[in-house]
């Protein structure tokens, strides 16, 4: 019986774990936001293998290979599905070959394989059921194969889809990681509390369950401390970082800010145009900290994290990550530095620059 990594961190303290790679990966230009298809480990492997090493500076332990929505339906819906297998075989092997490359002042890394929403589980729906079981069994397969050392099923809306995501993952015998996404109605699609999916999901046999995706830090927590409540087994937190309320509690439907002079073509900011709600890093520092006073010790950010922000989750837990080197020093500033070198004709216009 090999021991549960994993479990073993988790049981000490902290793990964080960065995701959203899939905007990240948008913003720099290597993939096209609403299609969402990670060709970037086919397309470029150096961007991808770059993005992880940047996490993994700022503070990720673990290594999550990018193969959210690199499954089967999603790969046929452009017509691509002979590239199915080589973009997950290539996703894993980046993320491995980053996982046991960790720089000076890192943990050791865990690498993790990925399977999330299907978009064609059907509540009643035997056949859509099983065609989703096969996607999640053979990509769960591949990353068995790549040599993962843990499993990450995430951004399940449908609590049954993501009990059967659980079983596949179970039967690998990995540390499994299941964190699911209520959309704006605050239940799971087939209408099954937040609360009871993930006591089921702990029934199961799931090392982690959470939330991630979807929503923001205000809208995320209320649900954190009754889950946190509700289950022996360790949570998991990954907010997107968004300021989402109570009228709209995912970013799915947020309104602009205020008389947006350009608004998206496609009617919503989802999910091009949510800049204006973007939380700064302290608001993300507050909320993992927040979490981890709770008992959540698998934190944090999915869709909109950037390394910054990671860091952010690290050092608010108390935590020290090769990024810290570079973390902020106003001190030095130009204009608003308290160093004495900073001319006092410069430091005294601050207020009208
Ligand atoms: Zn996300």
Same mark, same amino acid.
């Given at each position: 019986m090999s021991t549960n990594r994993l479990k073993e961190r988790l049981d000490k303290g902290p793990v964080i774990c960065a995701e959203g790679f899939l905007f990240e990966i948008e913003r720099r230009g290597y993939m096209a936001s609403g299609e969402f298809v990670p060709m970037v480990s086919l397309d470029h492997p150096e961007v991808l293998e770059n993005l992880h090493r940047e996490f993994q500076h700022a503070g990720s332990d673990i290594v999550e290979?990018?193969?959210? +929505?690199?499954h089967r339906e999603k790969m046929r819906i452009i017509g691509k599905e002979e590239l199915l297998e080589p973009l997950n075989r290539s996703a894993l092997k980046i993320a491995k070959k980053v996982a046991l490359d960790t720089p000076e002042g890192s943990k050791p890394n865990l690498m993790a394989g990925n399977i999330s929403n299907s978009n064609i589980w059907k509540h009643n729906d035997h056949q859509s059921q099983k065609e989703v079981e096969g996607m999640f069994t053979e990509m769960v397969g591949w990353a068995v194969e790549e040599g993962a050392d843990m499993l990450i099923g995430e951004t399940f809306y449908y609590a049954e889809e993501a009990f059967r995501a659980l079983e596949v993952m179970k039967k690998t015998g990995l540390p499994t990681v299941l964190t699911i996404s209520p959309m704006g109605e605050n239940k799971m699609r087939d209408g099954k509390s937040v609360v009871d999916t993930c006591k089921k999901l702990e029934q199961l046999g799931a090392d982690v369950v959470g939330l991630n995706c979807f929503r923001g830090p205000a809208t995320m927590f209320p649900f954190l401390k009754e889950i946190r409540e509700a289950v022996k087994c360790h949570v998991g937190a990954l907010p997107i970082p968004y300021r989402t309320n109570e009228d709209y509690p995912t970013f799915f439907n947020l309104p602009d800010r205020s008389n947006c002079d350009c608004p998206s073509p496609h009617g919503r900011t989802f999910p091009t145009a949510l800049d204006p709600h973007f939380c700064n890093r302290y608001e993300i520092g507050k909320f993992a900290k927040d979490a981890y006073a709770l008992g959540i010790h698998y934190l944090g950010v999915c869709c909109g994290a950037n390394p910054m922000l990671i860091r952010e989750v690290a050092e608010s837990i108390g935590l020290k990550v090769p990024a810290s080197k570079y973390r902020? +020093?106003?001190? +030095?500033?130009?204009?608003?530095? =308290?160093? =004495?070198?900073?001319p006092k004709h410069i430091s005294t216009y601050g207020d009208k620059a």
């Open positions: 290979a990018f193969t959210y +929505n690199g902020e +020093n106003m001190e +030095n500033h130009f204009m608003y530095g =308290k160093n =004495k070198r900073i």
